[in-house]
Each structure stands twice: as structure tokens, then as C-alpha cells.
């Protein structure tokens, strides 16, 4: 779930600060983007358990291996890290392009893909937050418990109560297509909401005129 924000926020950032980015360029770059996810989502779990004998046990599927414990609370950090950053990236994207959008007010072509972008990439920084919120109670929520099981600061019964809503957060991004098409319909909302004021709406010649001005900010 990390990895897969972080690379939508990559994405967004390249249609973003790249003057062009049709749909040759796109296309590579999507792809190397998904390339890049797939290897590093199939490689981690090797990477955590890395030189990891799995001889002994653990009490239960949510307890880390003794000897991967310590490369386990590092994978929570980075995706704490990785969650702060995303954010990070994501308003700065926001700004950039909100920053960007009235520079070019008198070229409609550059300014009618420049909305693009930001339609788009507020639809990204939308599930964004979303994820940030639930990555943020997964990783430390896990780390803390862990820890505080470990130390014996915590009785069995509430450790295992409150690891399984932790471990149950990652099923969340199962909900995100419907999330995704909440968001895509409600922009499609709201301009045609525009669209019909500015057709049905009867206005003075001064009316119109000022109309526009506001348009073209």
C-alpha cells in the first residue's frame, strides 16, 4: 500500500514538473514506475526475512521472527518515513500546480491541460490523505504494541486484541477503487454543474463581461 501511493505521487510529480508529457512519454515512464512497484513489493518480505532460518516458532501469524525482528521495526520506520514524506510531496504538488495554473491565464491550450493535472492529481492527493491516516496507525500502532510486548508492558489478551485491528488496516485499500470513483464523480459533478450555470444562466452584457474576468482569474 506504501509503495503504491509512493508511486502515484512519483507519477504525479513527473506530469507535474515535465513541460511535456503526452502520451509516449507517459506510457514509459508509467511503466517503469510499475516495474520499479512490482520488484520492490515482491522483494521486501525476502529482504525482512533475509538469512532468516524460520526454524523456530512464534506465538501467532503477527509476531515477527526473532532473528528478522530488528529488520521488521525498520520496515515500520520506513513506512512511517515513507507516509510523512508522501504527504509532504503530495501538498507541495498541490501548490505547485495551483502556483502554476494562473501563469499561463491567456493560453488556453497550456491552461486546459494544466487543469488536467491538477483534477488528476488531487484526485491522487485525495487517496493520499486517506492512506497516510491508515499507514501511519498501521506502522506505529504495530511498532508500539510490538514493542511494548516484547518488554513485557503489556498483558497477551489486549496485545493480541489490538494487533489484529492493526493488521486489519492494509484490507482498507481494497475499498480505494470506490473511493477513486467517488472522487472522479464528483469532479464530473461539479463541472457540469458549472457548465449548466454558465448556459442557463441569463445575464447583462456587464454581467458577462465580469463573468470572464473572474474566469480568467
Known sequence: MIYGQTALLVERAFATFLKSYEKPKSYIIGGVISVVLLISSASTGRLVIWNDPLKSYVIACFVSPSQSFERTNWFFNTCSVLA???????????????????????????????????????TICYLALIEFVLIVIYSVGVMILVNLWLKDEIP??????????????????????????????????????????????????????????????
Not at 499561463?104 to 491541460?113: D, G
Not at 482498507?172 to 448556459?199: E, G, M, Y
Request: hydrophobic share 45%; with cysteine; proline share 2%.
Open 84 to 122: 510523512l514524506f508522501n504527504l509532504s510531496m503530495s501538498v507541495a504538488i498541490m501548490r505547485y500546480n495551483k502556483r502554476g495554473e494562473f501563469e499561463t491565464r491567456f493560453k488556453v491550450r497550456e491552461r486546459f491541460k494544466k487543469r488536467e493535472v491538477i483534477v488528476s492529481t488531487e
Open 156 to 217: 497477551n489478551d489486549r496485545f493480541n486484541f489490538w494487533i489484529v485491528w492493526c493488521y486489519t488496516i492494509p484490507f482498507a485499500a481494497a475499498i480505494f477503487p470506490l473511493v477513486l470513483i467517488h472522487r472522479i464523480q464528483t469532479t464530473r459533478a461539479l463541472r457540469v454543474k458549472k457548465i449548466n450555470d454558465i448556459t442557463h444562466a441569463k445575464q447583462t452584457q456587464e454581467g458577462h463581461i465580469s463573468q470572464m474576468k473572474d474566469m480568467w482569474g
